[in-house]
């Protein structure tokens, strides 16, 4: 079994957690959040969306929470955009990464962002390639991978399609979502692999919700493949606002123990990470989703 000496973890509770809670977050507490996540040694935290805030009013005021965080050397906080009109607000906010999301159901990007596959990857192009010429990092998203809340498997050639689209457009890294939790490690296995004929291994990254408790299961199918990035959220927030019944992302601190456990390096303190949790989820009024951070703030 071969396994990476390293991951690079993608925090994306500051988005994927705090867009479908029911509580609304401050501007000054989603900042507290990012900042006090990136103490922990995070080295990539998606800081927002530059979304309609008709569709994820969570996620409003995204260019206050980049004007607010004190940018560190080394630290990428990229933001989802759908169309061009989010890109012109994220590049006002300065915002130096950003994603793009497509997905592999035809009835999920209806209900996510309102139009089909096809229709959404013309939309990313001119977004895409004005990113690229701004010499802003592009990372690609597709939902779906491994179920669908609508129209339940998804075939891997179908994630494999939309997957090369958004590389053939220049994304430096794809991210692959379950967005509902269903996958399991070898159905995994099979969809990184047929995507992978199409985008080196190396490009890809894994975006594991926990709805089923199968999300560390899948990570590490994920990582005997070579996969070396990892989507996780802190006290694993999360969810998607048109994936009903979709829970949270698999926790980061989840993540992160698994990993200690196996010898392979984060860069990220597992104690003060779980601080964090435990303040976000104060301002939530949530218990945490994690069996680590339940297990160290039994001990704390
Ligand atoms: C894509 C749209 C905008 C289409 O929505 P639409 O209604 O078809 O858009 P439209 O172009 O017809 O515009 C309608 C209104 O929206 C405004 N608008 C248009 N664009 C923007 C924008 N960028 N920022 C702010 N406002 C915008 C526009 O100005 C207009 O305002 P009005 O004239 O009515 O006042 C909408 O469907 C949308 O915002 N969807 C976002 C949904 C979303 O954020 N979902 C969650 C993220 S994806 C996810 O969580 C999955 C992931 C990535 O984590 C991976 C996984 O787990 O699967």
């Not at 994306?12 to 922990?40: K, M, T």
């Not at 269903?182 to 890809?204: C, D, F, S």
Request: aromatic fraction near 4%; hydrophobic fraction near 45%; charged fraction near 20%.
């Amino acid at each position: 079994m071969s396994l990476p000496s390293s991951v690079r973890i993608v925090e994306v509770g500051p988005r994927d957690g705090l867009q479908n809670e029911p509580i609304a977050v401050s501007v000054a507490a989603r900042i507290a959040l990012i900042e006090g996540l990136v103490d922990a040694g995070l080295k990539a935290v998606e800081a927002g969306s530059f979304v309609s805030p008709k569709w994820v009013p969570q996620m409003a005021d995204t260019a206050a929470v980049l004007a607010g965080i004190k940018r560190r050397e080394g630290v990428r906080y990229p933001v989802l955009v759908p169309n061009l009109q989010g890109l012109e607000a994220a590049e006002a906010a300065g915002a130096k990464d950003i994603s793009i999301f497509a997905a592999a159901s035809e009835s999920f990007s209806k209900k996510n962002i309102n139009c089909s596959i096809a229709e959404s990857l013309d939309r990313f192009r001119p977004v895409a390639e004005r990113a690229l010429a701004e010499e802003r990092r592009l990372r690609g998203y597709v939902s779906c991978v491994l179920g669908c809340p609508y129209e339940g498997e998804i075939a891997p050639e179908a994630v494999a399609r939309v997957s090369r689209a958004l590389y053939d457009m220049g994304c430096a890294e794809i991210s692959l979502g379950d967005t509902i939790g269903t996958g399991t490690p070898l159905k995994a296995k099979r969809m990184i692999e047929a995507v992978a004929r199409h985008v080196p291994m190396r490009q890809l990254a894994v975006h594991f919700h926990d709805t089923y408790g199968q999300a560390l299961a899948n990570i590490l199918a994920s990582l005997e493949l070579g996969i070396g990035v990892v989507d996780s959220s802190v006290a694993g927030l999360g969810g998607c606002p048109y994936a009903k019944g979709a829970s949270g992302n698999v926790a980061t601190e989840d993540v992160v123990y698994m990993l200690n456990g196996m010898g392979i390096a984060t860069g990220i303190d597992l104690d003060r990470l779980a601080k964090v949790g435990r303040t976000v989820l104060q301002q939530l009024n949530r218990a945490p989703a994690s069996k680590v951070a339940q297990a160290l703030a039994a001990k704390a």
